[in-house]
């Protein structure tokens, strides 16, 4: 079992940065690759970027490459997400999500090759 906790959201111009921070229980966080999505009202949540268990690979989508990136630290069972370059559109409730991963340079993007979430945290970009 894993529980995920997001922190790091809040309200910022555009063209400003964040850094969402996802912390694991557990002693076994490197075992699991991570992931993280955004969700608008009304909307699917939707991939934003993830990391493979060991953090050597990571994989982003179209719209935020470029400007997000994806970083963990084993040692201090986190997982984050430094979002750069924001912009109105960003405007979501972003998503930690994590999985058992058995090859450690697997990342996954669907929301169904996840088993575990976290509450969210709301990041909100005005213009």
């Known amino acids: 079992q894993v529980q995920l906790v997001e922190s790091g959201g809040g309200l910022v111009q555009a063209g400003g940065s964040l850094r969402l921070a996802c912390a694991a229980s557990g002693r076994t966080f490197s075992s699991y690759a991570m992931g993280w999505f955004r969700q608008v009202p009304g909307k699917e949540r939707q991939f934003v970027a993830a990391?493979?268990?060991?953090?050597?690979?990571?994989y982003y989508a179209d719209s935020v490459k470029g400007r997000f990136t994806i970083s963990r630290d084993n040692a201090k069972n986190t997982v984050y997400l430094q979002m750069n370059s924001l912009k109105p559109e960003d405007t979501a409730v972003y998503y930690c999500?994590?999985?058992?991963?058995?090859?450690?340079?697997?990342?996954?993007?669907?929301?169904?090759?996840?088993?575990?979430w976290g509450q969210g945290t709301q990041v909100t970009v005005s213009s």
């Open positions: 999500a994590a999985r058992f991963a058995y090859v450690s340079s697997m990342y996954y993007s669907s929301l169904s090759d996840y088993n575990y």
């Open positions: 990391i493979s268990r060991s953090g050597g690979s990571t």
